[in-house]
């Protein structure tokens, strides 16, 4: 039973263009949406977050947005950068008297100079 | 400031045997947070602290799986006996607080475990 969804496992981009990710979920009790950015051997390192009573969260090149009636968020990097090339999981949040993160199986990101 | 330590980094073992990892949190974390990540997939909760408490260890494999944090620091968490299906890197988290905010959880460098 997989709540959240990454159904890209790699996205190729060229430097400079935009890159778009996406993300769905099943679970309408999630309340918060995380991106989270992997490294080879190095732990995921959080990026953005956006509520649930938000359809937008920009900070810098990194913008997400989240569709709460089709169960859709999406992070956009614009422009992408050769350094941007990692794993990006997205994570959904319940809170039951404490928080409970569910993630995503991820996306690798390659950005081409 | 220091981030989430782990060790070791890499651990290869045969079945039925023992493992152990260690985790030291952020200073002042009161939330530590254990993930099992398989190849392919994402980070998936085994079990999660609120200081020495446990709050969450619904999927935690119990029979083989066991993990605690004394003193509301470090933890350590143990397979016995270890069988393949646990080879992963098992990923160390710890956040400020629990109360109900949007704590980051940040994450160790991991431990990847090979079975054979």
């Known amino acids: 039973d997989q709540q959240v969804k990454q159904n890209s496992p790699s996205l190729s981009v060229q430097e400079g263009r935009i890159s778009i990710l996406n993300c769905d979920y099943t679970?309408?009790?999630?309340?918060?949406f995380l991106w989270y950015k992997k490294y080879p051997a190095e732990g995921p390192t959080f990026l953005i977050s956006?509520?649930?009573?938000?359809d937008k969260n920009e900070d810098g090149r990194f913008t997400v947005f989240l569709n709460k009636s089709a169960k859709h968020l999406s992070l956009h990097i614009v422009p992408s950068q050769p350094g941007d090339s990692a794993v990006y999981f997205c994570?959904?949040?319940?809170?039951?008297?404490?928080?409970?993160?569910?993630f995503g199986t991820g996306t690798r990101l390659l950005v081409s100079p | 400031e220091a981030g989430v330590a782990q060790s070791p980094r890499y651990k290869i073992i045969e079945k039925r045997q023992s493992v152990a990892f260690w985790c030291n949190p952020i200073?002042?974390?009161?939330?530590l947070y254990w993930y099992q990540q398989i190849l392919g997939q994402g980070p998936k909760l085994l079990i999660q602290?609120?200081?020495?408490?446990?709050?969450?260890d619904s999927q935690l494999p119990k029979d083989r799986f066991s993990a605690e944090r004394l003193k509301g620091v470090d933890s350590t968490l143990k397979i016995q006996p270890a069988k393949l299906e646990d080879s992963a890197v098992y990923l160390c988290?710890?956040?400020?607080?629990?109360?109900?905010?949007?704590?980051?959880?940040?994450f160790g460098p991991g431990t990847r475990l090979l079975v054979l």
């Open positions: 988290a710890s956040s400020l607080d629990n109360g109900g905010g949007t704590e980051t959880q940040y």
């Open positions: 679970n309408s009790m999630f309340d918060y």
């Open positions: 956006i509520s649930s009573i938000k």
């Open positions: 994570a959904a949040r319940t809170y039951t008297g404490f928080q409970k993160l569910v």
């Open positions: 200073s002042g974390h009161a939330t």
């Open positions: 602290f609120q200081n020495n408490g446990v709050v969450d």
